[in-house]
């Protein structure tokens, strides 16, 4: 065995030199301050390292720890009394054993094997538990990718609003909920008037501005709970949980009042045609997406910058009625 000896006491090294050629040990070099045995142990590159822990420079337990943070090797410390908190601190530090002086021959044989042993069994232990946390870290990479690209799929690239996917995903636990509740649901489907205007008069770039405009402005008015979706073009829809029509109707006005100023702003010069439909757990997608898009229809027809509200049962609509948004 190769073995690299770091102490300073001459008289000790010397003894040290002796006792391991005799054992039929290769003292390969002799460090005489922590740093030259961080140092030595890169470049010569020992089976095993004899460390004094009373050291210049850089004591035995630093240089410890820069020896398996740099180039692992198995390390027996040498100390001058058996103190349960410097033997603790050393083999903390990375050290496989320890002796303590007067050193006597017949120790080294054993405490190496000891040493090597310990080193092998640590070095084994960490390589599983790195590979488990590589594991473990590529399993969250996965999972965070894979939700990433879940969300991607469900939101609308322009305004990040969610998508018809999101939207119908969304609406059919709502739905569930307000079945198993007897909850109301709101659903709103708004179309922005005179949208091709804009696109042929100031571009395709402003028709998008005010597309993420309105979003934008939905998302900051409505609750955490309700949902903005953007299903093509320039429709978007709105699910407004636990809210029935009663709640809907002043807090709707509201907000596309404050629609309307935006779509006054010069280069918009728009209004909103909105359909307003909802149930009381009773109703399905369908039924309230179709009834919520011919009350928007009804709204359109009718001027355009209105809403028009109505009721669902089951698959009908009733109580169809309208109010101006401004």
């Known amino acids: 065995m190769r073995v690299l000896i770091c102490e300073d006491q001459n008289l000790t090294a010397a003894w040290l030199e002796k006792a391991l050629a005799r054992a039929g040990h290769e003292p390969v070099g002799r460090a005489v301050d922590g740093a030259e045995a961080v140092r030595m142990n890169r470049e010569l590159e020992p089976d095993l390292i004899l460390m004094d822990v009373m050291m210049p420079v850089l004591d035995g337990i630093a240089a410890t720890q820069q020896i398996m943070a740099e180039r692992p090797t198995p390390v027996v410390i040498i100390t001058g009394r058996a103190d349960p908190s410097t033997v603790d601190a050393a083999l903390q530090a990375g ?149 029935g029509s009663d709640v809907s109707q002043n807090f709707l006005v509201r907000i596309f009042k404050g629609l309307h100023l935006l779509g006054s702003r010069e280069r918009y010069r728009v209004t909103f045609s909105v359909g307003v439909a909802t149930s009381a757990g009773v109703a399905t997608a369908d039924s309230l997406i179709r009834a919520a898009d011919e009350a928007m229809y009804t709204s359109k027809l009718t001027g355009g910058g209105r809403l028009t509200f109505v009721e669902v049962v089951g698959s009908r609509a009733e109580g169809c009625y309208q109010r101006a948004a401004i």
Request: charged share 30%.
């Open 95 to 243: 050290a496989s054993a320890y002796l303590v002086k007067p050193l006597a021959e017949p120790q080294l044989g054993p405490t190496f094997a000891t040493a090597t042993a310990r080193f092998r069994e640590r070095q084994a232990l960490d390589a599983i538990q790195q590979r488990l946390t590589a594991e473990e870290q590529s399993r969250r990479e996965a999972e965070a990718a894979a939700d990433a690209a879940r969300i991607e799929s469900l939101t609308d690239p322009l305004t990040k609003a969610a998508n018809r996917r999101g939207l119908m995903e969304r609406l059919d636990l709502e739905l569930a909920r307000s079945a198993r509740s007897g909850s109301p649901l709101t659903v709103v489907l708004l179309d922005v008037d005179h949208f091709k205007q804009v696109n042929d008069r100031w571009g395709h770039h402003t028709g998008d501005r005010l597309l993420r405009d309105i979003a934008e402005y939905l998302r900051h008015e409505l609750r955490k709970v309700d949902l903005v979706a953007r299903i093509g073009g320039d429709e978007f829809v709105i699910l407004l949980p636990d809210t």
